[in-house]
């Protein structure tokens, strides 16, 4: 592997691997937002990826040539013998469009990729740099690609009438002309199919899950991380133990214990059994947490004439609000996302969580934009939620707790 350590052989293979991985991603991405013919031509990839990787190793013709180099590739997809290749339906301004793109980003991208490597032999340190940022570049695009992708077709699904659905089902592009008319499968699912009753169920079954896993994990967690007791050890390492049982395997038990109960068919039966499945999680989170906090807050606490319960009020809880917050999302995306629970034990439509409305639609009877829209209300409030509290979740307020 020795010989890769040169900056006109190490140039080459990356750009030729590069641009394999950018011709596929851009031609999946134009089919699916134009729905146009596009493919990756896999040789042609190799080609003229080893060709311009080798130009940029060896910084010929520095920004000149790079946009020269854009052009030239951008140039070559537009005759047929680039790294994509594009089928003969496809409008000028698609073939345009996917042209530029894929000789702009390659260019860009390898640029970055293999800045600072020198002409001939590469250092150790040089030659990771560079494969690292080729991983980093491919991991970026590989899972952004994996997640961006089915949620572009499911909501471009949704916002399509079913005769162009039975046209083409891989036709994703709109027809805009439609205006707001594009969103009819959502105004149908809140008016013909009561889905913001499902909302509001869905909304404050996770709450109360929230509530009640905290208000049951967070004395717990602490008494864990804090006091001694007997067996302190072997609860501590047998928290996460039921989750050794599958819940399919508990659904039996659960169904009839709940129907002899008549909970079965109730929110108080969701609210009562989703906890139980978010405790030992929450649990595991917080205790470590705690016992990362520093001891000697709580202690000053204590002298002072705090007492315990104050101090965990006063003191561990504050300190503890990103972990609380991570918890709290975690716990409140099992109890949104939650199925195989709602599925056996509701059968009446006006108690649905919006899972099990969504489940509802998955009908032959039911179009299929409709089944796709609704997936599309339950996944939007998580991703906000997610990204609204990202950085609060993050954010270290422990640092600078103790001096010195």
């Not at 000028?92 to 702009?104: H, N, Q, T």
């Not at 996460?240 to 508990?250: A, D, E, G, N, S």
């Not at 139980?276 to 999680?281: G, K, L, W, Y």
Request: a neutral charge; charged letters at 10%; glycine letters at 10%.
């Amino acid at each position: 592997m020795s010989y890769l350590r040169y900056g006109y052989v190490t140039g080459p293979v990356l750009g030729a691997l590069w641009l394999v991985i950018l011709s596929t991603i851009i031609a999946v991405a134009m089919s699916f937002a134009t729905g146009d013919p596009f493919r990756p031509a896999i040789l042609w990839s190799l080609v003229w990826g080893a060709i311009i990787g080798f130009g940029i190793s060896q910084r010929i013709g520095d920004l000149p040539g790079a946009v020269m180099g854009a052009v030239a590739l951008a140039g070559l997809v537009l005759l047929g013998m680039g790294p994509m290749i594009i089928g003969e339906s496809a409008s000028v301004w698609s073939r345009s469009l996917a042209a530029l793109a894929l000789g702009g980003i390659f260019i860009w991208s390898m640029e970055a990729i293999l800045s600072g490597m020198p002409k001939a032999a590469l250092s150790r340190h040089e030659f990771e740099e560079a494969v690292i940022r080729f991983l980093t570049g491919f991991g970026y695009i590989f899972f952004t690609a994996i997640v961006l992708i089915p949620f572009y077709v499911m909501v471009m699904t949704s916002l399509k009438s079913q005769q162009a659905l039975l046209q083409n089902p891989l036709d994703f592009s709109l027809d805009w002309d439609k205006g707001w008319g594009l969103f009819r499968s959502y105004s149908e699912l809140f008016a013909d199919f009561g889905f913001g009753g499902y909302l509001w169920t869905s909304f404050y079954v996770s709450v109360l899950t929230v509530l009640i896993t905290l208000l049951f994990s967070v004395p717990g967690a602490y008494a864990v991380a804090r006091l001694k007791f007997r067996g302190r050890a072997a609860f501590s390492r047998s928290i996460l133990l039921i989750y050794m049982v599958p819940m399919i395997v508990l659904a039996l038990p659960i169904y009839i214990a709940f129907s002899m109960t008549g909970l079965r068919n109730s929110i108080l039966g969701l609210v009562m059994i989703y906890p139980v499945t978010t405790i030992p999680v929450a649990l595991y989170m917080l205790q470590g947490y705690f016992r990362g906090l520093p001891g000697e807050v709580e202690e000053a606490g204590l002298m002072d004439g705090l007492s315990r319960l104050a101090v965990i009020w006063k003191i561990t809880l504050p300190l503890s609000l990103p972990a609380l917050a991570s918890v709290s999302l975690y716990v409140f995306m099992i109890a949104w996302n939650e199925f195989l629970l709602a599925f056996m034990l509701l059968d009446d439509p006006s108690k649905f969580t919006l899972t099990r409305g969504v489940a509802m639609l998955n009908s032959s009877e039911i179009p299929r934009q409709h089944l796709m829209a609704g997936a599309v209300i339950a996944t939007l409030p998580i991703m906000v939620l997610f990204l609204g509290l990202e950085k609060f979740m993050t954010k270290g307020l422990t640092a600078g707790s103790v001096k010195g």
